[in-house]
């Protein structure tokens, strides 16, 4: 019994010695626990908004928020209700041409060549409502042009509604948005009124970026997304239509102007803007993610039944025009790809004479570009494109003839040719061009741009200057009468910069340079030619191209 005993007290010891030795180790486990770092989850990431308007942006009804918010911004200066977002933006632009391409639209006496510069500024106010599943929407901007050289108003930039539209409302619409429709994992969004609308590459459908005005339209728009395979948009709208616009007999305009509302648009004049009820843009696009690994792809197909309206003659344009494209986005130490093929066709009349007769139309276009994102500091990206649209065999009215000149309707320009506004070298139109380009962030607060393009026309029959390079509202360059000004345009290098001080305010430069070639200097403008048949023309003087800007962007 005492052994009993004895082996009991052992026992016992050696239990309360376990005990504390177990209470020891697991109190050292949890101070060794507690030591640990707990894992830090990383923040969300951004994208930097564009050197423009682009408050309605910040909030997308399905996605969320993914531009970076304004760090000084009016809803947290001025203690706003959630429900409540405003927001105010201004774009300051001084830009200056020297030598330029262009010819003037004066008649007789035309001329070429000269200079030009403006300060463009862009200030916007958005203002958004949201209750519930439903929003209320408006914004409304202020473009002008000021400090313009009398050479904008004689040669060879005239101002124009691309460039002034004088506070107007932009946006004003109504949406309803549920992100879990039915609880059956789809995204849907209707929205109905005046929009901006960006689809897909937006080489056909874009909210302009660089130009001082945009483009947009009032109609009802339908948006289904399952969010990490496939997105649709469906579209039904009309244009709207700038003023002050073009017109051959304005009220308050000054006929003897080459464009006879110039002085309206310089000197700030408002007309409020209005829907070109004569003409029905619609259509829808199909966006693919994933499809095959990485790679995602888009089908479009798009209408356009143009007609003329009070102040506003058109070419009757009835397009159909059908798309594909495929690409991988860029990613660091990957190779990237766009391939992108458009057509279009239907009918258009050669210019905006009511008895001009319509012509068949054909017309293709296609972007390719290959790229590469290195794995290093700065991340340095380079990538090789093409751009080739077709032109017509002629620039020329001819009866039974098929217009052959690629439009890209409500498109993009900057996005592969460089700077529009009052430098606009380049368009997809009648164009034939490979090019590089080569990006990098010295700091992360700096990016560059550089980039080089090689422009031939890719029919030497046909004008330079845009789809409607062969009207006197906005001429283009063909051809001499001699037959020597070939197809080769030349060669445009470009350089850019922008510096983010924070999500506020931003500040870019940039610079182009034109190499002329010999089309660029012996073309003469079709003005001459679509005026007066037997006018020599005047060509473009042999000093290359220069075109400067400089840019600041403030956000509240």
Not at 235 to 247: D, H, S
Not at 454 to 475: F, K
Request: hydrophobic share 35%; aromatic share 12%; charged share 15%.
């Amino acid at each position: 019994m005492i052994k009993r005993q004895r082996n009991t007290k052992v026992t016992v010891s050696n239990a309360i010695k376990l005990m504390i030795a177990g209470g020891l180790s697991i109190s050292a486990a949890k101070t060794l626990q507690a030591a640990e770092p707990a894992p830090v989850t990383p923040p969300p990431t951004y994208t930097r908004a564009p050197m423009a308007a682009y408050n309605f942006a910040m909030d997308d009804a399905l996605l969320g928020n993914s531009y970076e918010k304004p760090v000084w911004n009016l809803h947290d200066a001025l203690h706003l209700p959630d429900w409540l977002t405003v927001g105010l933006e201004n774009r300051t632009r001084y830009e200056s041409l020297s030598d330029t391409f262009k010819p003037s639209q004066k008649s007789p006496a035309i001329k070429a060549g000269g200079g030009d510069q403006q300060i463009a500024l862009q200030s916007n106010l958005w203002i958004q409502a949201k209750f519930g599943k439903f929003r209320i929407a408006t914004e409304f901007m202020d473009a002008r042009a000021l400090q313009s050289d009398a050479g904008t108003n004689t040669t060879p930039n005239p101002p124009n509604n691309t460039m002034v539209d004088t506070a107007d409302f932009t946006q004003a619409y109504a949406s309803w948005a549920d992100q879990n429709v039915l609880y059956s994992g789809y995204g849907v969004e209707i929205k109905a009124g005046r929009q901006t609308m960006d689809l897909g590459s937006r080489r056909l459908v874009a909210r302009p970026i660089y130009r001082n005005t945009v483009n947009n339209f009032t109609g009802l728009r339908i948006r289904v997304l399952d969010y990490d395979r496939w997105q649709f948009n469906a579209f039904g709208t009309m244009p709207v239509i700038r003023y002050p616009n073009y017109l051959t007999t304005p009220a308050g305009g000054d006929p003897n102007l080459i464009a006879p509302n110039a002085n309206l648009l310089v000197n700030g004049n408002q007309q409020w803007d209005k829907e070109d009820t004569q003409t029905f843009f619609s259509g829808g696009i199909l966006e693919g993610y994933n499809v095959i690994k990485n790679i995602n792809s888009e089908v479009f197909l798009y209408n356009l039944n143009e007609g003329d309206s009070t102040n506003n003659p058109t070419r009757n344009r009835q397009y159909f025009t059908p798309g594909l494209r495929f690409y991988i986005r860029p990613n660091k130490g990957d190779f990237d790809f766009v391939a992108e093929g458009m057509g279009q066709f239907g009918t258009v009349q050669y210019n905006t004479s009511v008895n001009n007769q319509q012509q068949n139309h054909q017309a293709w276009s296609e972007h390719v570009e290959a790229g590469y994102s290195f794995n290093l500091p700065m991340n340095p990206r380079f990538l090789l494109e093409y751009d080739w649209a077709s032109g017509s065999k002629s620039s020329k009215y001819s009866k039974g003839a098929t217009d052959g000149r690629f439009d890209p309707l409500y498109g993009a320009s900057d996005l592969d040719f460089g700077s529009s506004s009052i430098y606009s070298a380049f368009q997809r139109s009648n164009i034939n061009s490979p090019g590089e380009r080569f990006t990098f962030a010295p700091r992360s607060d700096v990016t560059v741009s550089l980039q080089n393009r090689t422009v031939w026309l890719a029919s030497s029959g046909d004008c330079w200057g845009g789809p409607s390079c062969s009207s006197a509202v906005s001429p283009g360059l063909i051809g001499n009468t001699k037959g020597t000004s070939g197809s080769y345009v030349g060669d445009q290098i470009g350089a850019s910069s922008r510096y983010n001080y924070n999500s506020s305010f931003n500040i870019e430069a940039g610079w182009f340079h034109l190499f002329k070639g010999q089309f660029a200097k012996t073309g003469i403008s079709t003005v001459s030619s679509t005026s007066n048949a037997n006018a020599p023309g005047v060509s473009t003087p042999g000093g290359d191209t220069n075109y400067f800007y400089v840019t600041s962007q403030l956000r509240f």
